[in-house]
């Protein structure tokens, strides 16, 4: 027999979180270190011009590309988490996903060498395969390494949250590595530079080697994942839930508190769909905002736009700690906040991040379009701060949240609807970006800061009753 049982799959640890946890973490830094450097040079690359190695699309264009294909990257995980549910299980589905994801990755690396005339919404044709590698891959990849981590652990157990905290900590290791090491590669290393009024400058970017870089970044995780997976993660995730002899088990109707409990993942997803559309704003408007009219000087130095990509990240991994410790010290003493509330704060927290770019529009003397007007760094990294806080409060524990309510044969799929919200988010995300430079940053920043505050508000007053209707497990 085949047997789904966390508990007796995974090896055991006498103490602290089972080994499997730091395998997951590591394969997960190296598949969010491919991700995000490409991410972060994705929005340049596609803005800037064919002169200066990019693709030379209009911003306002670039940033509904950018916004459709980072939504569609959370689509594919519903897709993909059911197939491991009913037939492949998840262990495999992450060596499809990752796979084909590095293979991605290589077309984009190709890209300059396979220039060809514009194939799809001005994008050449290696250019449009190397997205939907990325697509396709990410969606059997992301929900079923969620998936596995929630599986090392029994219900109950008051470690669940830290561990999901901790794997967070994982993608942000790799997330903020990533663009240090491929924005370097594109925007110095392999950059031509010229000099303008005493201003170095880059003439050409070598975005091409990013992307390879982010591809070698891909191969790495997958290697360590199946190499180090059989002895530390045992029989987890090997199987998916259909195969279990038990054929009542899987054919049994769901009941009315696991019917609640999924009724909670949906309404949640609802509201967390503003916060994401807020939150990606970094990858787009608040690229091309710190592109013009952040002053990136500091010593002398003029900092890659790309590396920015890097603040929320490592913001993440120096207070991630700390914050899986707070949650875990108030559940022992019986002062826990619910996941609703940890998750309305999340969203009130990104707000009151966006009121310093609110704050950094208003340095400059508004929206006004000369770029010799810079404004601080520091309302910049302000906004991060905010942001990674609000992260902190809602993404891990969504992650938790999905794995504790959903019931075991459809955890796989469930955590794939909770990627819905980043999907509509992420396409959202991208038509609000589009807007900036029509209405003007002041008015954009001003709205995301207002709109997400008053959900986040509205979250945390029916926190009680979504509590109830998690049924303990909340």
Known sequence: MQTTSAVQEQPIAKQGHPPGLYLLFFTEMWERFSYY????????????????????????????????FTGFVYLTPILGGWLADKY?????????????????????????????????????????????????????????????????????????????????MGINTGAFIAPLVCG?????????????????????????????????????????????????????????????????????PLTKEETDRMAVIFIITLFVVFFWAGFEQAGSSLTLYTDKYINREVAGFLIPTSWFQSVNAGFIVLLGAPVAALWVNLSRKGKDLSIPVKMGLGMVLLGVGFLFMVGAVLERGGDVADQTIKASILWLLATYFFHTIGELCLSPVGLSMVSRLSPPTLTSM???????????????????ASYVEELGALKVFGLIAGFVILAGLILIAIAKKLFYMMHGRG
């Open 37 to 68: 450097g490409m991410r972060g040079l994705l929005m340049l690359y596609l803005s800037k011009t064919a002169i200066q190695g990019g693709l030379g699309i209009d911003a306002a264009s670039a940033s509904l590309i950018y916004g459709y």
């Open 88 to 168: 492949i299980g998840q262990r495999r589905a992450i060596l499809i996903g990752g796979l084909t994801m590095a293979v991605g990755q290589f077309f984009l690396f190709m890209q300059p060498a396979l220039s060809a005339d514009a194939f799809f919404f001005g994008l050449p044709w290696p250019t449009v395969i190397g997205l939907l590698l990325l697509i396709l891959g990410n969606g059997f990849f992301k929900p079923n390494i969620s998936t596995i981590v929630g599986k090392l652990y029994a219900q109950g157990d008051p470690r669940r949250d830290a561990a999901f905290t901790i794997f967070y």
């Open 184 to 252: 370097y590669l594109a925007e110095d290393m392999f950059a031509t530079k010229t000099v303008v009024d005493g201003v170095e400058q880059v003439a050409s970017y070598g975005f091409r080697y990013g992307f390879l870089a982010a591809g070698i970044g891909m191969l790495l995780g997958q290697l360590a994942f199946n190499l180090l997976g059989k002895k530390y993660l045992g029989d987890v995730g090997m199987y998916p839930e259909g195969q279990n002899e038990d054929k009542t088990v899987a054919k049994a």
């Open 414 to 432: 469930l955590m794939g609807v909770w990627f819905l919200a980043p999907f509509v988010a992420q396409i959202a995300g991208g038509y609000i």
